[in-house]
């Protein structure tokens, strides 16, 4: 059984090389053709002296380079670190520098609007463009990487270049999530973790080589990767979109006879507003959903228009990947649980002291196995809060095994299922996204504008929640809240742009002197509710 990420697609290539592995609009590429092109990228990293566990990052959308980066970057020994393609130049830059990139994959648009952050890159040393746009060399004299295009990178090749060995429990990506306060953490993933989540979901979904998996979740989000990572691991084919509406996933759907999609509740929300073709109905088998809550509303939509798909409703977090699935049997019955766990993982709903907690008793949810991510990239302190020892180990054994500690309330009833109840800190769920108040509120300061300012997370029927600004004036200014509005879509991603910006004359405060978010969430809490 293959132990590495890229040894997925060795051994679907050995056993079925001319299966279809990867189609992205109007091209595709069997197992074969996509092991070449991934062999043939990481013998010119190592020709670039790549060396075992330095990061590579993809700054790409969904595209045939996206994914052969990825398990080059894997097979030469690195660590490959997905950078969302909606991110702007600054959340990038501080990607490339807390891991330390040496390498970015990117294109030369995207690279024209990093030149603002990439001087301020020292350990980046190569950009590798995906067009083939010569050797010529004619760039900035003051650029300070050295810039590839594509043919050019491919050069480096040498069909001679041994590559590292490897093993399960060596890094193999970073994905980055949002915390509750600072900007994005580096989840570190072994190749195990990553392996380890394929199996998993690939048992319970019960994907086989004739699956075609639709891939409309970003990379850089540990459920979009999976779409990848199981279809690798049983030979089915993924196909890659990025939708510019609605309307393209279910166009898609049909031309390539999808069996399987994954998505959001923000995107499940505008899917059920859709007509379906009645044709969906003969091929798509199952439908998942993670990243928060589906409204029951659209949960019974979703339903109605795919009548013979098996909708599986699943709880995760980036740290241990997935935790639990609600099989499709038991929405009737249970429609507010979020399951029992996934294969290969244990969860348990604990006490402060670390004991279990009783039926129904509210506690953290926690999940031990090897789905466990390895830490936050060079963050010890972050790592010892999330990242802790299992509850109920034997002293006699004298290494800790350590668990992830969800930050999540849950509870469990007396057949196992797990209940979702609340999150622990303040980090804001909206469009799948984790989504850290700080960073926010970092761009409404810089404006000038305001004096104090919170960003918080309000219930939302399509969203999640919708993350709304709230600001006082700074002294002698005249506040316009759309030259504000304006400053956050210039420095945000759409994502993290608030949907309103409110006004308060003075923030509340806790005891500590901080500013009451839990007061200002009640405060605002029927924003966005509909009056009957």
Excluded at 321 to 335: A, G, H, K
Excluded at 354 to 380: F, I, K, Q, T
Excluded at 494 to 507: A, G, H, K, Q
């Amino acid at each position: 059984m293959p132990t590495l990420l890229h040894q997925l697609l060795k051994e679907s290539a050995r056993r079925t090389p001319d299966a279809t592995a990867l189609v992205h609009k109007t091209k595709q590429w069997s197992y074969q053709q996509l092991g070449d092109l991934a062999h043939r990228q990481a013998q010119a990293l190592v020709g670039l002296h790549l060396r075992p566990r330095q990061r590579v990052a993809v700054y790409l959308p969904k595209q045939i380079e996206t994914v052969t980066s990825f398990l080059a970057i894997a097979k030469a020994g690195g660590a490959f670190v997905p950078i969302n393609p909606v991110l702007k130049a600054a959340q990038v830059g501080h990607i490339l520098n807390d891991c330390n990139v040496q390498v970015l994959f990117t294109s030369h648009s995207r690279w024209q609007g990093l030149q603002t952050v990439l001087a301020d890159c020292p350990d980046l040393h190569t950009v590798v463009l995906v067009e083939d746009i010569g050797t010529d060399g004619k760039w900035p004299a003051d650029q300070p990487q050295a810039v590839l295009g594509w043919a050019a990178f491919l050069d480096h090749a040498k069909s001679d270049q041994p590559m590292p060995a490897l093993i399960d429990t060596d890094m193999a990506a970073i994905l980055y999530t949002s915390g509750s306060t600072g900007k994005p953490k580096g989840v570190v993933l072994s190749h195990r973790n990553l392996v380890a989540g394929a199996n998993s979901v690939a048992e319970y979904l019960a994907i086989n080589a004739a699956d075609r998996l639709l891939a409309v979740l970003p990379f850089s989000f540990d459920y979009g990767l999976n779409q990848l990572t199981t279809c690798l691991l049983k030979g089915a084919t993924c196909v890659l979109l990025d939708y510019l509406l609605p309307k393209d996933v279910i166009t898609a759907l049909v031309t390539h006879q999808i069996t399987g999609l994954a998505a959001v509740p923000p995107l499940w929300a505008q899917l059920a507003n859709l007509n379906w073709p009645d044709s969906i109905a003969g091929h798509l088998r199952y439908l998942t959903n993670s990243g928060g809550k589906m409204p029951k509303s659209v949960l019974t939509s979703i339903r109605q228009k795919a009548p013979n798909s098996r909708f599986f409703l699943m709880y995760g977090l980036t740290e241990a990947f997935r935790s639990t699935y609600l099989p499709p049997e038991e929405i009737d019955q249970r429609p507010d649980s979020i399951g029992k766990a996934i294969p290969n993982a244990e969860i348990m709903v604990v006490r402060e002291d670390g004991g279990r907690c009783a039926p129904h008793e509210p506690g953290e949810l926690v999940h031990r196995g090897s789905l466990v991510a390895m830490g936050y990239w060079n963050d010890p302190a972050k790592t010892a809060e999330r990242f802790k020892p299992a509850p109920g180990q034997l002293k006699e054994l004298p290494l800790t095994e350590i668990a992830v500690w969800s930050g999540d309330t849950a509870t469990q009833d007396e057949e196992g299922y797990f209940y979702f109840v609340g999150r622990k800190d303040d980090m804001i769920k909206t469009s799948g996204y984790r989504v850290s108040p700080t960073e926010i509120e970092e761009v409404l300061y810089a404006s000038g504008l305001v004096k104090e300012a919170a960003a918080i997370g309000i219930e939302h029927d399509n969203l999640g929640q919708a993350v709304v600004a709230v600001v006082s004036a700074a002294e002698g200014v005249v506040f316009d809240p759309q030259t504000v509005l304006e400053r956050c879509k210039a420095q945000l991603p759409n994502f993290m742009v608030p949907m309103r910006i409110e006004t308060l004359p003075v923030l509340p405060k806790n005891p500590n002197g901080k500013i009451d978010r839990k007061a200002l969430s009640l405060q605002f809490a029927a924003l966005f509710q509909v009056m009957p």
